[in-house]
C-alpha cells in the first residue's frame, strides 16, 4: 500500500515532464519547420517567375518569329503568379494541387523557349541569353531541392501529429491536420541541359 | 496494476524524437581534406597546391573550399548529389554558409559548383556557369583534369578575394534574379 502510492508520486512528474518534453512543444516545431521550407519553395518559384521577363525579351529581340511561344511563356507565368499557397493551406490538398499545376504548365511553356537556342544561333552567341539560362537551370535546381527538404519536413510534422504522445497534443490543444506533400513535375527534367564534357550546350 | 500503469507510462511517453532527414550516405565519400580526389585524378603535388589554396582562401578571406572528384554519382542528378554533399559534409561555417564545393564525376561527365547560401552573392550562377564553361570545360573534354579543376579553382579563389562589392558583382554578372 504504501508502495504504491510512492510510486504514484514519483510517476505523475515523469509524465508531465515528458508530455511537454518532447510530446505538445514538437508539434509547434515541426510546424514551424514544414511552413519554413514551403517558403523557400515559393521563394524559389518566385525567381524563376522574376527571371521570364527578360528571357522573354531577350528572345523576342533574336527571334521576333517565334511569338506563339513567348506569349504563352509570358501567360503561364501570369496564371502562376496568381496561384500561391498560403500556410494555412498546406493541410489542403486542392490548394496545393492547383499550385502545382500552375507551376507545371510554366515549366511547360519554357521547354520550347530553351529549345529555341538549338534554331536561333544568334541567340545563343548573345552573352545575355546565355546569362539568362544559366541562372533559369540553377533556379530550377534550387526548385527541386526545396520541394525535397518540403516533403522531408511535412513527413517528420506528419509523423509527429499522429505518433502517441504527441497526437494527444495534436487533437487536444492543436487541431492539427496532417499537411499535404508536394508533387510537381520536375522542371524541363528532360531538356533541363547538366553540363556535360561531351557538349557544347548546357555550360 | 501500478506497476502495468507504470510501465504502459513510461514506454508510451518516452518518446522518441522525430528521425533526423534520412541520408543515403552509402555513397558519400569521407570528407579526408580540402581535396577530395575519389577518382584519382590528381597528381600529390597538384592536391597540395589546391589544397594550400584553399587553406589560404578560409585564413585570409573566410569561406571553406572543397575539390571533389567521385567515380559515381550512383545514378543520382549531380545537383541532388551536389547539395546532399555539401549538408553531409558541413562545407562552410555555421551561421555563414560559405562552403564552396566544385564536383567532378569523370565517369559520368558531369562537373558542377555547388555554393552555400552565403556565398551566392558572390559566386552567382551566372559566374559559376562561366567558370564551368570556360575554365573547366575546354580542358576537361581534352581529359586535362587537373589543368581543368586548377583553373577553376583559381577563377573561383579570386572571386572571393574580390574587392567588388555584392552589387558590382551582380551587374557585372547580368544578374536578373
Redesign the interface.
Same mark, same amino acid.
Given at each position: 500500500m504504501k508502495r504504491?502510492s510512492l510510486?504514484?508520486v514519483f510517476?505523475v512528474p515523469?509524465?508531465a515532464v515528458?508530455?511537454s518534453g518532447?510530446?505538445v512543444n514538437?508539434i509547434p516545431t515541426?510546424e514551424e519547420a514544414a511552413k519554413a521550407r514551403w517558403a523557400d519553395v515559393q521563394a524559389a518559384y518566385q525567381? !524563376?517567375a522574376?527571371?521570364i521577363p527578360?528571357l522573354v525579351s531577350t528572345v523576342r529581340g533574336a527571334a521576333a518569329s517565334e511569338e506563339r511561344i513567348l506569349t504563352r511563356v509570358t501567360q503561364a507565368r501570369a496564371d502562376a503568379t496568381r496561384v500561391t499557397v498560403s500556410p494555412e493551406q498546406l493541410s489542403d490538398p486542392a490548394a496545393m494541387q492547383r499550385y502545382a499545376d500552375a507551376q507545371n504548365r510554366l515549366s511547360a511553356s519554357i521547354i520550347p523557349l530553351q529549345r529555341l537556342q538549338e534554331a536561333y544561333p544568334t541567340l545563343q552567341s548573345q552573352?545575355?541569353f546565355?546569362?539568362?539560362m544559366?541562372?533559369l537551370?540553377?533556379?530550377e535546381?534550387r526548385i527541386?531541392?526545396t520541394i !525535397?527538404d518540403y516533403n522531408?519536413a511535412v513527413q517528420?510534422y506528419n509523423?509527429?501529429i499522429r505518433?502517441?504522445?504527441?497526437v494527444i497534443g495534436a487533437k487536444v490543444i492543436y487541431g492539427a491536420k496532417p499537411m499535404a506533400t508536394f508533387q510537381a513535375t520536375t522542371p524541363n527534367a528532360d531538356v533541363a541541359p547538366?553540363?556535360?564534357?561531351?557538349t557544347n550546350t548546357g555550360? | 496494476m501500478t506497476l502495468l500503469l507504470s510501465l504502459l507510462l513510461l514506454g508510451g511517453f518516452g518518446c522518441g524524437k522525430a528521425p533526423p532527414i534520412v541520408v543515403d550516405n552509402s555513397g558519400f565519400p569521407a570528407l579526408s581534406g580540402r581535396v577530395v580526389d575519389g577518382a584519382d585524378l590528381l597528381s600529390p603535388a597538384q592536391e597540395a597546391r589546391l589544397s594550400s589554396k584553399s587553406e589560404a582562401l578560409e585564413k585570409e578571406v573566410g569561406p571553406q573550399y572543397v575539390v571533389v572528384t567521385l567515380p559515381s554519382l550512383h545514378g543520382r542528378p549531380i545537383g541532388e548529389y551536389g547539395v546532399d554533399l555539401g549538408r553531409h559534409w558541413g562545407i562552410g561555417h555555421r551561421g555563414r554558409n560559405d562552403g564552396l564545393l566544385l564536383i567532378v564525376a569523370p565517369a559520368e561527365r558531369k562537373v558542377r559548383i555547388e555554393v552555400g547560401y552565403g556565398l551566392e552573392r558572390r559566386v552567382t550562377d551566372p559566374f559559376a556557369a562561366r567558370v564551368i564553361s570556360e575554365q573547366a570545360l575546354p580542358n576537361f573534354k581534352v581529359g586535362r583534369f587537373p589543368e581543368g579543376i586548377e583553373a577553376a579553382t583559381d577563377a573561383l579563389v579570386n572571386r572571393l578575394r574580390s574587392k567588388s562589392t555584392d552589387a558590382e558583382i551582380r551587374q557585372a554578372d547580368g544578374v536578373v534574379t
Amino acid at each position: 500500500m504504501k508502495r504504491t502510492s510512492l510510486m504514484t508520486v514519483f510517476l505523475v512528474p515523469v509524465a508531465a515532464v515528458s508530455l511537454s518534453g518532447c510530446g505538445v512543444n514538437s508539434i509547434p516545431t515541426a510546424e514551424e519547420a514544414a511552413k519554413a521550407r514551403w517558403a523557400d519553395v515559393q521563394a524559389a518559384y518566385q525567381r !524563376r517567375a522574376n527571371l521570364i521577363p527578360n528571357l522573354v525579351s531577350t528572345v523576342r529581340g533574336a527571334a521576333a518569329s517565334e511569338e506563339r511561344i513567348l506569349t504563352r511563356v509570358t501567360q503561364a507565368r501570369a496564371d502562376a503568379t496568381r496561384v500561391t499557397v498560403s500556410p494555412e493551406q498546406l493541410s489542403d490538398p486542392a490548394a496545393m494541387q492547383r499550385y502545382a499545376d500552375a507551376q507545371n504548365r510554366l515549366s511547360a511553356s519554357i521547354i520550347p523557349l530553351q529549345r529555341l537556342q538549338e534554331a536561333y544561333p544568334t541567340l545563343q552567341s548573345q552573352a545575355n541569353f546565355g546569362t539568362l539560362m544559366s541562372q533559369l537551370e540553377s533556379t530550377e535546381n534550387r526548385i527541386n531541392i526545396t520541394i !525535397r527538404d518540403y516533403n522531408t519536413a511535412v513527413q517528420s510534422y506528419n509523423t509527429t501529429i499522429r505518433t502517441f504522445p504527441a497526437v494527444i497534443g495534436a487533437k487536444v490543444i492543436y487541431g492539427a491536420k496532417p499537411m499535404a506533400t508536394f508533387q510537381a513535375t520536375t522542371p524541363n527534367a528532360d531538356v533541363a541541359p547538366e553540363v556535360n564534357f561531351d557538349t557544347n550546350t548546357g555550360a | 496494476m501500478t506497476l502495468l500503469l507504470s510501465l504502459l507510462l513510461l514506454g508510451g511517453f518516452g518518446c522518441g524524437k522525430a528521425p533526423p532527414i534520412v541520408v543515403d550516405n552509402s555513397g558519400f565519400p569521407a570528407l579526408s581534406g580540402r581535396v577530395v580526389d575519389g577518382a584519382d585524378l590528381l597528381s600529390p603535388a597538384q592536391e597540395a597546391r589546391l589544397s594550400s589554396k584553399s587553406e589560404a582562401l578560409e585564413k585570409e578571406v573566410g569561406p571553406q573550399y572543397v575539390v571533389v572528384t567521385l567515380p559515381s554519382l550512383h545514378g543520382r542528378p549531380i545537383g541532388e548529389y551536389g547539395v546532399d554533399l555539401g549538408r553531409h559534409w558541413g562545407i562552410g561555417h555555421r551561421g555563414r554558409n560559405d562552403g564552396l564545393l566544385l564536383i567532378v564525376a569523370p565517369a559520368e561527365r558531369k562537373v558542377r559548383i555547388e555554393v552555400g547560401y552565403g556565398l551566392e552573392r558572390r559566386v552567382t550562377d551566372p559566374f559559376a556557369a562561366r567558370v564551368i564553361s570556360e575554365q573547366a570545360l575546354p580542358n576537361f573534354k581534352v581529359g586535362r583534369f587537373p589543368e581543368g579543376i586548377e583553373a577553376a579553382t583559381d577563377a573561383l579563389v579570386n572571386r572571393l578575394r574580390s574587392k567588388s562589392t555584392d552589387a558590382e558583382i551582380r551587374q557585372a554578372d547580368g544578374v536578373v534574379t
